[in-house]
């Protein structure tokens, strides 16, 4: 039987937290009277994240485990969930509790609407500090201005997918994995709900905020825009004339015989303005290169060591 909902979770290092989170999710799916599938998409972890999944296998069938055969990241453990789902709909959603599994009902009650996508937007974010939040404004600001594809401020992976949208996200076969750009280059009728995020349940974020923002928010850049590099080709000309009109004026000064630029602070700060933007354009320009280095590859996103409680037709072998 294939199941009306698919419940996606990547983890990493996160057995306090794997049998509370089931216990709320399965709650929802009594309360909807849903069929659904449970996919643990596991990073290999030093604790007993995987025992404990195990454990709730044989428990409860509708649980399903893919254990990588390394660390691949979030991202790519997010897209080996999506793919190897055989739901009528696809929700993705973290394991620490911040967002509440109870929301899963509304999310689907909106697909209703004629709705292909339904995200959470977050009207607040307990336990986040103000930096956190400042950087996330930010980045979503920059995206926005700069990239194809709009992505909504405020949301992270938690969504509802139809599987309409999944078998698009299968198409696009890209190895970045930036699911909430992936999603939006798709398209569709895409809706939303507000909800206020909660603070992890238990242990600690096995993500770094600062350089892990950045990451991410120079991934969706870069993925879906070529506009960072037509604005260093325009700001190169725009140097280029600066360059040429500060010669002249070097010109006229020999030529009046009179020195108005004394000084060597004029030559250095010139020397490390023009290197720091050089250095700024090469390395936009290798982060282009590396991407496309990566395609070129056609490196798989993931590998798989095994698959657990899955039937032979499961499609997880990407």
């Known amino acids: ?6 419940l996606v979770v990547p983890v990493y290092k996160e057995e306090a937290n794997i049998r509370p989170f089931l216990a709320r999710a399965e709650a929802v799916f009594e309360k909807m009277e849903k069929t659904y599938e449970i996919i643990f998409s596991l990073d ?3 604790d007993r994240t995987e025992e404990v999944i195990l454990e709730e296998i044989n428990r409860n069938p509708c649980i399903k485990l893919l254990l990588f055969s390394r660390r691949f990241g979030q991202p790519a453990a997010t897209m080996a969930g999506i793919l190897a789902c055989t739901g009528e709909t696809c ?6 509790l911040q967002d509440q599994p109870e929301l899963i009902e509304q999310l689907y009650a909106k697909l209703a609407e004629g709705f292909q996508v339904v995200y959470a937007t977050r009207r607040s974010r307990r336990g ?16 926005n201005k700069l990239s194809d594809v709009k992505i909504p401020r405020n949301t992270g992976d938690f969504r509802i997918m139809t599987r309409r949208v999944i078998e698009e996200l299968r198409r696009l076969n890209e190895t970045h994995g930036f699911l909430r750009g992936l999603v939006a280059y798709v398209g569709f009728r895409q809706g939303f709900i507000e909800y206020d ?3 992890r349940f238990a242990g600690k974020g096995n993500y770094n905020r600062l350089t892990g923002s950045f990451k991410i928010g120079l991934n969706g850049l870069v993925s879906f825009s070529s506009r960072p590099l037509f604005m260093m080709s325009i700001a190169g000309f ?7 009109l500060l010669g002249a004026w070097y010109v006229l000064q020999k030529i009046i015989g009179v020195n108005l630029t004394a000084g060597l602070s004029t030559t250095v700060i010139l020397i490390t303005f023009f290197s720091g933007v050089q250095l700024l354009g ?4 290798g982060e282009y290169v590396g ?4 395609e070129a590859k056609r490196r798989p996103m993931y590998i798989l060591d095994r698959k657990v409680n899955f039937g032979e037709d499961a499609n997880a072998d990407r």
């Open 238 to 244: 725009i140097l280029a004339a600066f360059s040429f």
């Open 128 to 143: 986040e500090t103000w930096f956190k939040r400042v950087i996330s404004h930010f980045g979503y600001t920059v995206i």
């Open 44 to 46: 290999p972890s030093p």
């Open 91 to 96: 929700v993705v959603i973290d394991v620490d």
């Open 1 to 6: 039987m294939v199941p009306q909902i698919s």
């Open 197 to 199: 995020r909660d603070e």
């Open 291 to 294: 991407r496309i280095y990566d």
């Open 282 to 285: 090469l390395g936009l320009i």
